[in-house]
């Protein structure tokens, strides 16, 4: 099978871990006689030094002319003092309107042999499996007006928070239908309490929820859901909820795992490419150092293996190498204080690698 990818390096550690999934990649395609054809473009700060733009055209038609997309990470205080709208963050938020990434998805689950980094109790984290799933494409990081108006102590800033009712059933439709797949429960994340906007929410999914009467589901307020998070993560199978609410969940519940290193993400849309991605950021304090923890960037191809490319053996032998390379105790500086233990970035793919030929020993 032939697949074209389009890498998007990024900022900071991006390109590293980009590295990192392409020697992967390579691997699978040499043990189950695929062939993945890369294609570079840049994003974000790197695209501003260069073009101007956080969002290059070249980029995006390359994109869009691609069957999946791979991004490192993108920002970094380098580009911090210009206007919002020329900010590297602004080249991912085009990306994801460009292709119509509207379902962003972000399990979460831990691995029995980093217990021990989790800042939270082993029996609370004992057996967690949940997946947020976060509405990418709407709500108060793409309303209008978004604007600044007035002067001196009068100076006032507006931000809009907008949702229609189709953004709504569409990504709700997709949890009930995850939900379907898993453990048939759904927790809708909102402040109907507050805001009109859920009050939307909540109503759509009550809608929706007629048409899927094997799922068992509930409304969840988004302040109780931060606390449950911590206090009792094993109560949830999916989360949905929209744009802001499910980028602050999710990073709480990285932490669930012991680091932001571990989490993959995937933002799909509805017939285009996909794009994944480590949900860690750029990470500017240890780039170029070689240190940076590149497995959630190689889960995030496990998510590529399932979803694009529909390669569920392919995806469940790099799961398990990822798996079984930390059984063995392989870990990189953000996963241990122990300093006789930690690999650099390059050493742990090695390891990868070498434990994804014992798993496809058999191919």
Known sequence: ????????????????????????????????????????????????????????????????????????????????????????????????????????????????????????????????????????????YFGEPRERRGEGAQETAIDTLVYSRSEIERIVRKGFEFAKERRGQLT???????????????????????????????????????????RNPRQFDVMVTENMFGDILSDEASMITGSLGMLPSASMSQDGPGLFEPIHGSAPDIAGKGIANPLATLSSLTMMLTFAFQMPDEANALQEAIHDVLEKGYRTADLTNDQSKVLSTVEMTDRVIEALGEKAVNV
């Open 1 to 140: 099978m032939k697949k074209r990818i389009a890498i998007l390096p990024g900022d900071g550690i991006g390109p590293e871990v980009c590295e990192s999934a392409t020697k992967v990649l390579n691997e699978i395609a040499r043990l189950y006689k695929h062939e993945f054809e890369f294609v570079y473009g840049d994003l974000g700060g790197v695209a501003i030094d260069k073009t101007g733009s956080p969002l290059p055209e070249e980029t995006l038609s390359i994109c869009k002319q691609s069957d999946a997309v791979l991004l490192g990470a993108v920002g970094g205080p380098k580009w911090e003092t210009l206007p919002g709208h020329q900010r590297p963050e602004q080249g991912l938020l085009g990306l994801r309107k460009q292709l119509e990434l509207f379902a962003n998805l972000r399990p979460v689950t831990i691995y029995d042999s980093l217990a021990e980094a989790s800042p939270l109790k082993n029996e609370i984290i004992e057996g967690v499996d949940l997946l947020i799933l976060r509405e990418l494409t709407g709500g108060i």
């Open 188 to 230: 809708s994340v909102d402040k109907a309490n507050v805001l009109e906007s859920s009050r939307l929410w909540r109503e759509t999914v009550d809608e929706v929820a007629k048409d899927y009467p094997e799922v068992t589901y509930s409304h969840m307020l988004v302040d109780n859901a931060a606390m449950q998070l911590i």
